[in-house]
């Protein structure tokens, strides 16, 4: 079982920046992760993907945020990050961790992202 922790979420103004962060692990088990990604969920809406970044760096984002985030991978320490720039309010939900391996997919608990206009 791999187990993805989050952090970085929180509360910012229309305009500023937040840096999430997940971090993968397992124990007693060798695990090899394809890709990794973000997702969010809003109140009311269905979970959508944000970012993905794959075992060889290629990347791909939601049109909604291009250009506004940044997603990058430490394969060594099977970490991600998004880097969110000029946050608006709309990009207020729940943001979720996903690492897939071989066999399986894994979500993190998720992190609440609050944007204030």
């Known amino acids: 079982q791999v187990q993805l922790v989050e952090s970085g979420g929180g509360l910012v103004q229309a305009g500023g920046s937040l840096r999430l962060s997940c971090a993968a692990s397992a124990s007693g088990i060798i695990f090899s992760i394809n890709a990794m990604g973000w997702y969010r969920q809003a109140p009311g809406k269905q979970r959508e993907l944000v970012a993905i970044i794959t075992s060889g760096g290629g990347a791909n984002y939601a049109d909604s945020v291009k250009g506004r985030f940044t997603i990058s991978r430490d394969s060594a320490k099977n970490t991600v990050y998004l880097q969110m720039n000029s946050l608006k309010p709309e990009d207020t939900a729940v943001y979720y961790c996903?690492?897939?391996?071989?066999?399986?997919?894994?979500w993190g608990q998720g992190t609440q992202v609050t944007v204030s206009s």
């Open positions: 996903n690492a897939q391996t071989n066999h399986n997919s894994y």
